[in-house]
Protein backbone atom coordinates (compact mmCIF):
# COMPACT_ATOMS: atom_id res chain seq x y z
CA UNK A 1 0.00 0.00 0.00
CA UNK A 2 0.85 3.85 -0.73
CA UNK A 3 0.84 5.88 2.61
CA UNK A 4 -0.58 9.01 2.29
CA UNK A 5 -0.58 12.08 4.34
CA UNK A 6 -2.79 15.32 3.39
CA UNK A 7 -2.04 19.32 4.57
CA UNK A 8 -3.40 22.50 3.49
CA UNK A 9 -6.96 22.22 4.73
CA UNK A 10 -8.40 25.49 7.21
CA UNK A 11 -10.97 27.89 7.16
CA UNK A 12 -11.69 30.03 4.14
CA UNK A 13 -14.09 33.10 3.22
CA UNK A 14 -16.44 32.32 -0.17
CA UNK A 15 -13.99 33.13 -2.59
CA UNK A 16 -11.01 32.10 -1.39
CA UNK A 17 -8.50 29.45 -2.18
CA UNK A 18 -6.53 26.76 -0.71
CA UNK A 19 -4.10 24.39 -1.90
CA UNK A 20 -4.29 21.01 -0.62
CA UNK A 21 -0.89 18.48 -0.46
CA UNK A 22 -1.14 14.78 0.10
CA UNK A 23 2.45 13.12 0.32
CA UNK A 24 3.31 9.52 -0.44
CA UNK A 25 5.58 7.13 1.37
CA UNK A 26 5.43 3.64 1.06
CA UNK A 27 5.55 1.52 -2.16
CA UNK A 28 6.28 3.60 -5.55
CA UNK A 29 4.47 6.67 -6.48
CA UNK A 30 4.80 7.01 -9.76
CA UNK A 31 2.57 4.39 -10.87
CA UNK A 32 -1.06 5.00 -9.30
CA UNK A 33 -3.42 7.03 -10.44
CA UNK A 34 -3.92 9.79 -7.17
CA UNK A 35 -7.13 11.13 -6.82
CA UNK A 36 -9.31 13.41 -4.16
CA UNK A 37 -12.58 12.69 -2.57
CA UNK A 38 -14.66 15.12 0.05
CA UNK A 39 -17.00 13.52 3.03
CA UNK A 40 -20.11 16.62 4.40
CA UNK A 41 -21.67 15.91 7.32
CA UNK A 42 -24.26 13.17 7.12
CA UNK A 43 -23.34 12.62 3.40
CA UNK A 44 -21.00 10.21 1.46
CA UNK A 45 -17.91 10.40 0.67
CA UNK A 46 -18.05 11.94 -3.19
CA UNK A 47 -15.72 11.73 -5.81
CA UNK A 48 -13.57 14.98 -6.78
CA UNK A 49 -10.65 14.42 -9.34
CA UNK A 50 -7.90 12.38 -9.86
CA UNK A 51 -5.03 12.49 -12.02
CA UNK A 52 -3.74 9.07 -14.04
CA UNK A 53 0.03 8.19 -13.27
CA UNK A 54 0.97 9.17 -16.38
CA UNK A 55 0.27 12.67 -15.45
CA UNK A 56 -1.49 13.44 -19.02
CA UNK A 57 -5.19 12.71 -18.58
CA UNK A 58 -7.80 14.09 -15.19
CA UNK A 59 -11.28 13.94 -14.98
CA UNK A 60 -13.19 16.28 -12.35
CA UNK A 61 -16.48 16.03 -10.58
CA UNK A 62 -18.90 18.84 -12.38
CA UNK A 63 -19.26 20.47 -8.93
CA UNK A 64 -15.04 22.05 -9.30
CA UNK A 65 -14.60 21.43 -13.01
CA UNK A 66 -13.31 25.57 -13.57
CA UNK A 67 -12.46 25.64 -9.81
CA UNK A 68 -10.02 23.22 -8.81
CA UNK A 69 -7.13 21.98 -10.63
CA UNK A 70 -4.74 18.70 -9.70
CA UNK A 71 -1.56 18.23 -10.12
CA UNK A 72 1.51 16.19 -9.20
CA UNK A 73 5.10 15.80 -8.30
CA UNK A 74 6.49 12.28 -8.88
CA UNK A 75 10.07 13.60 -7.82
CA UNK A 76 8.49 15.07 -4.40
CA UNK A 77 5.90 12.04 -4.34
CA UNK A 78 3.15 14.66 -3.75
CA UNK A 79 -0.32 15.31 -5.43
CA UNK A 80 -1.38 18.37 -5.22
CA UNK A 81 -5.30 20.46 -4.99
CA UNK A 82 -5.43 23.97 -5.95
CA UNK A 83 -8.83 25.38 -5.09
CA UNK A 84 -10.62 28.27 -6.39
CA UNK A 85 -13.64 30.41 -5.98
CA UNK A 86 -14.38 28.22 -3.18
CA UNK A 87 -18.25 27.84 -1.72
CA UNK A 88 -19.74 26.93 1.14
CA UNK A 89 -20.89 23.83 -0.45
CA UNK A 90 -17.50 22.80 -0.68
CA UNK A 91 -16.95 22.37 2.85
CA UNK A 92 -16.26 18.85 3.82
CA UNK A 93 -13.14 16.67 4.70
CA UNK A 94 -11.11 15.96 2.13
CA UNK A 95 -9.49 13.04 1.31
CA UNK A 96 -6.54 11.93 -0.87
CA UNK A 97 -6.33 8.51 -2.80
CA UNK A 98 -3.95 6.29 -4.64
CA UNK A 99 -5.81 3.97 -7.49
CA UNK A 100 -6.29 0.13 -6.15
CA UNK A 101 -3.86 -0.89 -8.44
CA UNK A 102 -0.70 -0.22 -10.26
CA UNK A 103 -0.45 0.86 -14.01
CA UNK A 104 -4.37 1.93 -13.84
CA UNK A 105 -5.63 4.58 -16.03
CA UNK A 106 -8.99 5.56 -14.90
CA UNK A 107 -11.51 6.70 -17.12
CA UNK A 108 -14.44 8.68 -16.73
CA UNK A 109 -16.02 9.65 -13.08
CA UNK A 110 -14.38 7.61 -10.38
CA UNK A 111 -15.95 5.32 -7.01
CA UNK A 112 -14.23 5.16 -3.71
CA UNK A 113 -13.55 1.21 -4.91
CA UNK A 114 -10.93 2.73 -7.16
CA UNK A 115 -8.99 3.01 -4.92
CA UNK A 116 -6.97 0.94 -2.52
CA UNK A 117 -5.14 3.68 0.12
CA UNK A 118 -6.49 6.69 2.09
CA UNK A 119 -4.71 9.35 3.81
CA UNK A 120 -6.83 10.48 6.87
CA UNK A 121 -8.23 13.73 5.42
CA UNK A 122 -8.34 17.14 6.02
CA UNK A 123 -10.96 19.81 7.03
CA UNK A 124 -11.83 22.21 4.67
CA UNK A 125 -14.41 24.96 5.84
CA UNK A 126 -15.47 27.43 3.54
CA UNK A 127 -17.17 30.76 5.51
CA UNK A 128 -20.17 32.61 3.67
Known amino acids: QVQLVESGGGLVQAGGSLRLSCAASGRTFSGYAMGWFRQAPGKEREFVVYINWTGGSTYYADSVKGRFTISRDSAKSTVYLQMNTLKPEDTAVYYC?????????????????????WGQGTQVTVSS
Open 97 to 117: AAALRRNTILVGPARVSDFGS
